[in-house]
């Protein structure tokens, strides 16, 4: 009769009695290059898996009509957008800037200055529309700086335009 050894897992012949038993290092690389084999058959199976059943994408979140008072802020919001776009392409505006504490905008000192009163309201206001969505309910404070030393030339709080 014949009997089968294996040479992996069978034990080091030791000096005696008290000794650890201790496998072979060949075992070890055989355990090793098992468990990337197996590794790599369950990467395999699921790459094979995911192009036979892709998973759809997510739906795309339908918006329900707008009411009345939406529409409003919507179109309010499209007209400060389109004039303050105006504003910077031909007017003072050379920079517009989302601070921590207000909207900063860099204009052109000498053309600011040469505006009237009610054309600076106008424009603070706008760019106040723009960034609080279209939302009358609502102001933005808006401060006014020189583009050349960014020297303050106005505060618009919400209510009140002061001039530097």
Known sequence: MMWWRCNMCA???????????????????VAVSGAIGMLLAVIATS?????????????????GPMNQEQLEMAARYEECRRKLQE????????????GSTAIEIDVDGARWKAMSFDDRL????????YAVAGNPRLNARVQVLDHLDQQKLGYYDGAVLKLQ
């Open 11 to 29: 034990p080091a012949r030791s000096a005696g009695p008290n000794q650890a038993i201790r496998f072979r290092r060949s075992g070890r690389r």
């Open 47 to 63: 790459a094979a898996t995911a192009q036979t059943n892709p998973v759809p994408p997510p739906p795309t979140p339908q918006l």
């Open 122 to 129: 106008a424009l603070v206001q706008n760019i106040s529309c």
């Open 87 to 98: 504003e910077r392409t031909g007017g003072p505006i050379t920079a517009l800037r989302f």
